[in-house]
């Protein structure tokens, strides 16, 4: 074997001591590096008196449960798995009792969210937008604003997660993430609804042949990078305890930050058909904020998952496409296959329901004074 453990004790070592930890691939570390070394890269390690370590691909944990995994840990046609399969769905594996939460779950948070916030008899939503507003009589300000406040709390709280999760578990700091950024969220978004057209016109292309295709169909692939979290409804939900994943199949092949990647085409497409200083300022403040969303969330992984994120950080690339054409990424045998799972099928009828909703939501935004 290429290293081998050495462990300083008074007797000989057990034949096998198995220690199972959060199962990811890593390779053996250096015959210099310390005993514990395999124990901070969390894998799966087996020690004995002549062995090294043999670390195992680690199984999705996606809303559909575990991926599968091949006799010899590696994907199929590619390098063998650090990180998890994702999109993986089992009808099998699903519990109709967790589904029926879910639907409860979520009917009781748009509720509370009508009331609590959006409803300008009950909630705060609309003294929250008046005390923002009333900075400027800029609108452009006022979506920058918006935008900024719900980036601070969104990254911020994503920052504290594991201090966070320490003291009330990881179901409650969920429910008080959801909590918190989706009132911001909405708010954010209605204003961009309502004011998209009142800022300066500084361009104006809506009437060249071919536009609204482009700005369709960019917005079409933005969602298939915006909502990787479609993975695991049920830990979004709070159902299933919610985990810290790194994914490193399907869109991630692609680009490691597929969220990011959405939202500049989103932005970029939106602010070319509107053409005004509103669209402007809205694009700069949500691309600024999943720009800082990349270098925080290589952060939190590296910090999560050591060496094995190393791995990955090398073999995939922030920029789409890039690790594929310089030959870092190596796609296995079959790879469309990733792709042709329930939860890229829901997200393709998703969009397409948003879209078509379009005057429902606008005629939804124009009932409010935000």
């Not at 063998?80 to 519990?95: H, T, Y």
């Not at 705060?124 to 719900?150: K, N, Y």
């Not at 959801?178 to 954010?188: D, G, H, M, N």
């Not at 922030?318 to 099928?345: C, N, S």
Request: charged content about 15%.
């Amino acid at each position: 074997m290429a290293s081998h453990l050495l462990l300083r004790l008074p007797a000989p070592p057990p034949r096998a001591l198995v220690l199972r930890l959060p199962r990811l691939r890593v390779p053996s570390p250096p015959s210099s590096a310390a005993p514990s070394a395999p124990l901070l890269l969390g894998a799966r390690v087996i020690l004995s008196s002549a062995s090294a370590i043999q670390p195992a691909r680690a199984r999705g944990s996606s809303i559909g449960g575990a991926g599968e995994e091949d006799s010899d840990g590696e994907a199929d046609g590619g390098p063998p798995l650090v990180g998890e399969d994702s999109a993986v769905f089992r009808l099998g594996d699903q519990r109709v009792a967790s589904w029926v939460y879910f639907s409860g779950i979520l009917a009781v948070v748009l509720w509370g969210l009508n009331v609590l916030w959006i409803d300008p008899a009950t909630g705060v939503g609309t003294r929250f937008l008046e005390a923002v507003a009333a900075v400027s009589d800029s609108h452009e300000v006022t979506m920058l604003l918006l935008t900024i406040i719900f980036a601070i709390v969104h990254s911020g709280m994503a920052s504290l997660r594991e201090n966070g999760e320490r003291m009330v578990g990881a179901r409650a700091y969920r429910v008080m993430f959801a909590a918190i950024s989706l009132p911001l969220a909405v708010s954010t978004v209605v204003y961009f609804i309502n004011h998209r057209y009142d800022g300066i016109q500084l361009w104006q292309v809506q009437g060249i042949s071919g536009i609204h295709e482009l700005v369709w169909i960019s917005s079409f692939i933005s969602f298939f990078f915006l909502y990787p979290s479609t993975f695991n409804l049920l830990e979004v939900a709070a159902v299933d305890k919610p985990k810290f994943h790194m994914w490193e199949t399907g869109i991630m092949r692609i680009t490691r930050h597929p969220q990011m990647v959405g939202q500049v085409i989103w932005c970029l497409v939106h602010t070319l058909w509107i053409g005004n200083s509103v669209a402007v300022a809205a694009s700069v403040g949500l691309i600024g904020h999943h720009l800082f969303g990349v270098w925080n969330g290589d952060k939190r992984l590296a910090l999560r998952y050591g060496e094995a994120f190393e791995i990955l950080k090398n073999r995939t690339s922030v920029v789409p496409f890039a690790a594929i054409i310089d030959g870092r990424q190596k796609l296995p045998k079959d790879y469309y296959k990733e792709f042709i799972r329930l939860p890229y099928i829901a997200i393709t009828a998703l969009t397409l329901g948003a879209y078509f909703a379009h005057p429902l939501m606008q005629a939804s935004s124009y009932k409010l004074p935000w």
